[in-house]
Nanobody, 124 residues
Framework: EVQLVESGGGLVQTGGSLRLSCALSGGTFDDYTVGWFRQAPGKEREGVACFSLPDRVFYYGDPVKGRFAVSSDHAKNTVYLQMNSLEPEDTAVYYC?????????????????WGQGTQVTVSS
């Protein structure tokens, strides 16, 4: 069974940085597209970024372009979300998700496996 374990959330001031980690187990790492989503109170879950390991294709949502970056460490079966220049509007619970197959972008319904979520809070 595929499992995703997230870490790295926390409290940071405006303009600060955080790096989230998503460790994948129970599957062949390179077969998955890994996406990052976030959900703020009272709002729908939205796609933030994704990295298709089979296709080597990246996606970034408009609100985070130029500030967030996805990377991977194959030795650790882990995908990272580096978040820079954080703003209060980035405050949300962040989830990683995995889809077995190629690029699916921000289509959250295409992802079969989800992490537990990690809270990111950006203070003004």
């Amino acid at each position: 069974e595929v499992q995703l374990v997230e870490s790295g959330g926390g409290l940071v001031q405006t303009g600060g940085s955080l790096r989230l980690s998503c460790a994948l187990s129970g599957g062949t790492f390179d077969d998955y597209t890994v996406g990052w989503f976030r959900q703020a109170p009272g709002k729908e879950r939205e796609g933030v970024a994704c990295f298709s390991l089979p296709d080597r294709v990246f996606y970034y949502g408009d609100p985070v372009k130029g500030r967030f970056a996805v990377s991977s460490d194959h030795a650790k079966n882990t995908v990272y979300l580096q978040m820079n220049s954080l703003e209060p509007e980035d405050t949300a619970v962040y989830y990683c998700a995995a889809h077995l197959g190629g690029y699916v972008g921000s289509n959250l319904h295409a992802y079969e496996h989800w992490g537990q979520g990690t809270q990111v809070t950006v203070s003004s």
